[in-house]
């Protein structure tokens, strides 16, 4: 039942808070205002739900460090992000025709800090914490990696391939954030980072959510498979490539810290494993 009820929680003000920051997209201060005001309370929220749902201290959102975790991860997400653009640029698949929105760009801060804490108290927070418990984390890595994937079918220019490689790389690279480091701060951070590059700098699609227009006012064009299409670069396979790349790099840390959950591991590993996050 736990679960249920985190999950009804979370998701209760992640759809409240989105239709609210949707509604106001026209004002980019308000978009700010009312998107960080989602992401704060969707943290409270989670920390409430969890502490009176397994009666334990919520370490995964320890407050300690976590503006250093969250920086460490928006500077990871934007550098992975600036990879993937460079490589099609290299290929003159990416032009920058001149200055976007500046205003937009600072609404954008707002919508993808909104989106980056909801998805992950969502799907790394609750449903694969309380997977991992169940199955390990290799099969609960790509359980809720599938999940997440599909979520994204629902965009207005999602595709089959796209939710795809969305499963892979996110689900993939943002879980194995979470393993490495037990807390959810960096996920958050590299998730945002990702976005926001993506959208607020960059000036590209982020997961065919036909996001407004960030910094640079920039257009793809070429094969699909490279640009990602009218989905974004989230559907090229250089991402997939990167972000497969950096989750073999986390997966890796949290084998050398000791805190990959073996199949079947008990629910009492994973809170061993918890409390060890730094």
Known sequence: MRLV????????????GGQVVSAVQGNPWLTLVLGAVTAVLTV?????????????????????????????GVLAGVVLFGIVIANIALLG???VRGWGSVPGTVGLV????????????????????????RTGTGIALVLTGVLFGLSHLFNPHASLWGALAIGIE??????????ATRRLWVPIGVHFGWNFAAAGL????????????????AVTSGPAVITGGSFGPEGSLYAVLFCL????????????????????????????VTTLAR
């Open 5 to 16: 009820w985190q999950l009804l929680a979370v998701a209760a003000v992640a759809f409240a």
């Open 44 to 72: 409270v929220v989670y920390r409430w739900v969890v502490r009176r749902t397994e009666q334990r201290p919520v370490t995964e959102l320890s407050g300690p460090g976590a503006g250093r975790a969250v920086a460490r």
């Open 93 to 95: 698949d990416y032009e």
């Open 110 to 133: 707002g919508f993808m800090a909104a989106a980056a804490v909801t998805e992950e108290l969502l799907f790394r927070g609750v449903l694969f914490r309380i997977v991992e418990e």
């Open 170 to 179: 996110a689900g993939g690279l943002l879980t194995a954030a979470y393993v």
């Open 202 to 217: 960059f000036g590209t699609e982020v997961s065919g959510n036909g996001t407004p227009q960030g910094l640079l006012d």
């Open 245 to 272: 790349l950096g989750t073999t790099a986390f997966l890796w840390l949290a084998h050398r810290r000791g805190r990959l959950v073996p199949r079947r591991g008990r629910a009492g590993r994973v809170d061993s």
